[in-house]
């Protein structure tokens, strides 16, 4: 006891120390440094890019396509309501300009400088010119991070639009990500489009992600497309967060969905 | 005073007059100051990773503000202190990437590699070393970080060598020559508060 007591008197400070550092940093890491990111959000805020005379023009183009896009849509809803089409793609999303890069380029990410308080939460989904980008991992009160589709970790249930054959996608951390098939002989070619597929439950179906650059036939189980990226993700500025709660869907069994239908 | 020789701008003799004070300080006031700035410098450079300052990035690529702190640490202190900072870096790194694989291990294993270089004074306080120790650091670091990936087994080993290659060189060309950027201004501090902790 008088041991212990001894070592204490000797050695408090240094245990305090070292458990507080330790103990600080493990906290920022289960709280996946929110802290850092928020200051970071608010240090990069006076660096983001003022768009200039000929973006606000391009803008003013785009948003008369959007409009136009609009119009086909609600009709195209219309009618499919007719038919009882299930309409999923939502539209309406937020604008977030990227702040930030990954700290470590083992991953692909992006930091956003848009977060909770614009009304972003974790699992959606980020796209931006070009098609699909990534999906929210992560959200702070004004920053937001997001695991781009070339990251090596993320899967993607994707589709040739052209032939509907279906895959999955997995990034390679480079500006091609790589398609397998789940059939031996898909009918697929150089230069076909792929989207999300309508089995693919982080990301709604339908939204585009960029085209078959090369197949490897020999590629065993299945053969793999390379696929090039649409969106031109290392030079990103802004980008469309759309709503989408992939975890939840994720919890939530698909009958439900079909016995509200009826 | 008394300096026989060319006249210093009276800024920077001022600056330097300043930080002669540090070693006369009280030592609580020292400890309380060497806390904060210890801590907030390490903050700092965490949350400045994810940057890419236009010019400062090769390839993507950024430098390594996390490992030169920890390194620059390592130069200062004994191997269980670096061993304790290495782990709390690697953990904040963790939080800002993600938790699997941890950067607690390559960061923990500079700081002790480092701490012991300079403990059997296999290496100088010099700018020269500084940053061929910091490359030779960065190339173990990332090699450790490969082979986590690899064990993890999420990712195709081929993907993962081929990114670690381009991925250590530019890391470590970058992070070598930006290292005195962090490494300076800490050395001045700690060197001073080590000072003042000879001779009270």
């Not at chain 1, 977030?96 to 890069?101: E, F, H, K, N, Y």
């Not at chain 2, 904060?36 to 236009?54: E, G, Q, Y």
């Not at chain 2, 910091?134 to 690899?150: H, K, M």
Request: charged fraction near 15%; proline fraction near 7%; hydrophobic fraction near 45%.
């Amino acid at each position: 006891m008088y041991a212990l007591r001894r070592w204490f008197v000797k050695y408090w400070v240094r245990t305090l120390a070292i458990s507080l550092a330790l103990g600080g940093a493990w906290g920022l890491r289960q709280a996946q440094s929110g802290p850092l990111a928020e200051v970071y959000g608010w240090l990069a805020a006076p660096l983001s890019t003022t768009p200039d005379q000929r973006m606000v023009l391009e803008n003013a183009r785009i948003l008369e396509l959007q409009q136009r896009i609009d119009d086909l849509e609600s009709r195209n809803r219309q009618m499919q309501g007719l038919v009882e089409h299930q309409a999923t793609l939502p539209t309406k999303g937020t604008v977030a300009p990227v702040i930030g890069r990954s700290a470590d380029r083992w991953w692909e990410q992006v930091v956003l400088g848009r977060g909770s308080r614009a009304g972003i939460q974790k699992g959606d989904i980020v796209t931006a010119p070009g098609g699909l980008v990534g999906r929210i991992v992560q959200v702070t009160p004004s920053t937001s991070r997001v695991l781009l589709v070339s990251d090596a970790t993320s899967r993607v249930g994707a589709t040739v639009s052209r032939s509907r054959f279906m895959g999955y996608l997995h990034g390679t951390n480079g500006a091609q990500v790589k398609m397998e098939f789940f059939d031996k002989m898909p009918d697929a070619k150089v230069g076909d489009t792929v989207t999300t597929s309508a089995y693919s439950r982080l990301f709604p179906p339908g939204i585009p992600i960029g085209t078959i650059d090369f197949i490897d036939t020999k590629k065993g189980p299945a053969p793999e497309a390379t696929v090039a990226l649409s969106a031109p993700l290392s030079m990103l500025e802004w980008v469309v967060v759309i709503p989408h709660n992939g975890d939840a869907v994720l919890e939530l069994p698909e009958l439900p969905e079909l016995s509200d239908e009826d | 005073m008394g300096v026989s020789g060319p006249l210093k701008p009276a800024r920077a003799s001022q600056a330097r007059s300043l930080l002669d004070q540090i070693p006369h300080w009280s030592p609580s006031w020292r400890t309380s100051a060497n806390i904060a700035v210890t801590v907030l410098s390490l903050l700092l450079c965490a949350t400045v990773m994810p940057m890419r300052f236009p010019g400062i990035d090769l390839l993507g690529v950024g430098p390594n503000w996390v490992l030169i702190w920890v390194v620059s640490w390592s130069m200062f202190h004994g191997v269980w202190p670096s061993l304790v900072a290495g782990l709390a870096a690697g953990a904040i790194m963790d939080g800002l990437t993600a938790p699997e694989p941890t950067h607690m291990v390559p960061l923990a294993l500079v700081a002790v590699l480092t701490a012991q270089l300079r403990r059997r004074r296999l290496i100088e306080d010099e700018f020269g070393m500084l940053m061929l120790l910091v490359f030779a650091l960065v190339a173990i670091a990332e090699t450790v970080f490969a082979v986590q990936f690899i064990l993890q087994g999420q990712r195709d080993p081929a993907d993962v060598w081929a990114l670690h290659q381009w991925l250590t060189l530019c890391s470590a060309i970058l992070t070598s020559l930006w290292a005195p950027v962090v490494y300076v201004p800490l050395r001045l501090w700690w060197q001073r508060i080590a000072q003042g902790e000879r001779s009270p």
